[in-house]
């Protein structure tokens, strides 16, 4: 079974500066999905990053961006000039390509989570 | 565009006791879950559904059931309330081809007393 490892429980920085989120995955598919997921206080799950496995070119969206090592199975998430409002728990997830009942189910598997303090 | 509503947003139950969490999307998506995510935790699969007619089980099935008559619709129910149930209760959906991204709804937070 896949799983999905955060080992960072909690992060800080400073406004304007540059963090990197660790996550590992284990797995032992070739095709799949990865995902950084958002949850500010609000408790919403915001999407901020994907990446196909097959694609060898890192994702990026305005400042945010990963670092994708597929054969060390590492997907970290970089946000760079910090924001207060990237305050927030940051969650990576792994979505299989594998079907079941003839097409794919799409189901997420995440970790637990890292929490994310923005200073001022 | 809603997107996709839960409701309640907050309730308390005794043990014992039952309860359905509804769950409606109008982005006429195919695949809807159910997910709960327990304090300092990330979010685990109870069910899932692939169309109307058709749900099977996730990761964290026990005490939970579900069905799928519409597209639109994904009730979640609680049969005799335990307090391993508190827990925040996602609702999400998704398209079947492309990137599939889940919607997440808000949230229901649930608390067994």
């Known amino acids: 079974a896949q799983t999905v490892t955060q080992s960072q429980p909690e992060m800080s920085v400073q406004e304007a500066e540059t963090v990197t989120l660790s996550c590992t995955y284990d797995?032992?598919?070739?095709?799949?999905?990865l995902f950084w997921y958002k949850q500010p206080p609000s408790r919403q799950m915001i999407l901020v990053i994907r990446?196909?496995?097959?694609?060898?070119q890192n994702a990026t969206e305005n400042r945010f961006s990963v670092n994708f090592q597929k054969a060390a199975k590492s997907f970290s998430l970089k946000i760079s000039d910090s924001q207060l409002g990237d305050a927030a728990m940051y969650f990576c997830?792994?979505?299989?390509?594998?079907?079941?009942?003839?097409?794919?189910?799409?189901?997420?598997?995440f970790g637990t989570g890292t929490l994310l303090a923005v200073q001022p | 565009n809603a997107g996709v509503t839960q409701t309640p947003k907050f309730r308390i139950l005794k043990i014992g006791q039952s309860m359905t969490l509804q769950c409606t999307q109008d982005?006429?998506?195919?695949?809807m879950y159910w997910y709960r995510q327990d304090p300092g935790m990330g979010l685990k699969l109870i069910y899932y559904?692939?169309?109307?007619?058709?749900?099977d089980k996730g990761e964290v099935p026990n005490g939970y059931n579900v069905s799928r008559s519409t597209t639109e619709d994904f009730p979640l129910r609680l049969e005799l309330a335990a307090p391993s149930q508190t827990s925040v209760y996602f609702c999400?959906?998704?398209?079947?081809?492309?990137?599939?991204?889940?919607?997440f709804g808000p949230g229901t937070r649930l608390t067994v007393l």
């Open positions: 990446q196909e496995a097959y694609k060898q």
């Open positions: 997830a792994y979505r299989s390509e594998r079907t079941s009942y003839g097409g794919a189910t799409n189901k997420l598997i």
């Open positions: 999400a959906s998704s398209y079947r081809t492309g990137y599939n991204e889940q919607f």
């Open positions: 559904s692939v169309g109307a007619g058709i749900t």
């Open positions: 982005m006429n998506h195919n695949y």
């Open positions: 797995t032992s598919e070739s095709d799949y999905y």
